[in-house]
């Protein structure tokens, strides 16, 4: 098991942004570990804003 | 020092802030972080707290905070867990070893989420340390022949570690992002609404990405399956039906078996 990645490069694949010389390596690490898997699953969620429905209460146009 | 990246962005911060006249309605902190943030905000906000400015240390508490706390909530914290958690992560960031992992963050995506992260690590490594009912290497995907719906087949057929080894074998098949995926969505929960930032990709593909994943499993724990044991006759066609009709089902009921405490209410 190779060391956890610093939590700056894990917060930087949540988000898309890794280095791309980076993201193989850190994707590789996050199938193996499940503690980091873990970490990361929570900020994906904290990350993502909950859905919303669109409200439809506004008149329809050219009816 | 001059060559230190921090050392650097710390003197566009300070050259920034000598800029920003007065202040603004929202309050005087506004104005100078605003500036800031035209050229990075994370990294301004970064060495505004590292030089401890007032004005850092406000922005954080008022706009960074409570996002770490929420955060913290989903994972599950109590909300005294929550408080000692986001003083810790503050003084991970800031203090330990001079600042070290302040010096990690490089302005790739927020600040926030870079300190979410290290306060959701502390509280893993918390529940992790004092709980011995829970394994840090937990692996559920790997555990996944134990739970499916094909229990009663592999108990009749007498196959059940035939199927758990073409299963682990089959997963070990797959690419490495397909496991990623599959065990983002199947163990940990994820949405394809999480997955999809973060692969930079849309909705539908992370969707056709672990049905493709989904299938390969299925096709590959079948072939090997078939090919490592003589199975036949009414134990085979009772076998390739589970599979083929309760596959995802299985999946699903694994994840609220297996991982109950992964997602919190939504």
Redesign the interface.
């Given at each position: 098991m190779t060391p956890h990645p610093p939590e700056a490069e894990l917060a930087e694949l949540a988000q898309g942004a890794a280095v791309e010389a980076r993201q193989a390596e850190l994707e590789a690490h996050l199938e193996r570990c499940a503690a980091c898997r873990g970490v990361v699953a929570s900020l994906l969620r904290a990350l993502t804003p909950p859905k919303r429905w669109a409200l439809v209460d506004e008149p329809l146009r050219g009816c | 020092m001059q060559t230190d990246e921090l050392a650097q962005f710390s003197a566009r911060a300070q050259q920034a802030l000598g800029f920003v006249p007065g202040h603004d309605l929202l309050g005087p902190w506004v104005q100078p972080m605003s500036a800031l943030a035209t050229l990075d905000p994370g990294v301004a906000l970064a060495c505004g707290l590292f030089h401890q400015l007032p004005e850092a240390r406000a922005y954080f508490e008022q706009q960074v905070a409570p996002?770490v706390r929420?955060?913290l909530q989903?994972?599950g914290a109590s909300a005294t867990e929550v408080d000692e958690l986001v003083q810790a992560s503050l003084t991970r960031v800031l203090v330990e070893n001079g600042g070290e992992?302040l010096r990690?963050?490089?302005g790739?995506?927020?600040f926030a989420?870079?300190v979410?992260?290290?306060a959701?690590?502390l509280f893993?490594n918390a529940r992790?340390s004092s709980s011995t009912t829970r394994?840090?290497?937990?692996?559920g995907l790997e555990r996944l022949p134990a739970a499916l719906d094909l229990e009663r087949h592999l108990a009749r057929s007498q196959h059940r570690s035939h199927f758990a080894s073409a299963f682990r074998a089959a997963l070990e098949a797959l690419a490495?992002?397909q496991?990623?995926l599959l065990?983002?969505n199947l163990?940990?929960?994820?949405?394809i609404?999480?997955?999809a930032?973060?692969?930079?990709v849309s909705r539908a593909t992370v969707a056709r990405w672990l049905a493709q994943s989904r299938d390969a499993l299925r096709v590959e724990t079948l072939r090997r399956l078939s090919g490592t044991t003589r199975m036949e006759g009414d134990d085979l066609e009772g076998l390739l039906a589970s599979l083929e009709s309760g596959f995802d089902v299985s999946l699903r009921r694994f994840i609220t078996e297996a991982t109950p405490s992964?997602?919190s209410e939504?």
């Open positions: - | 996002r929420a955060a989903k994972a992992r990690q963050y490089r790739h995506g927020t989420a870079f979410i992260t290290v959701l690590r893993t992790t394994e840090a290497s937990d692996d490495p992002r496991r990623t065990k983002l163990v940990n929960g994820s949405s609404d999480e997955l930032p973060m692969y930079q992964t997602r939504e």
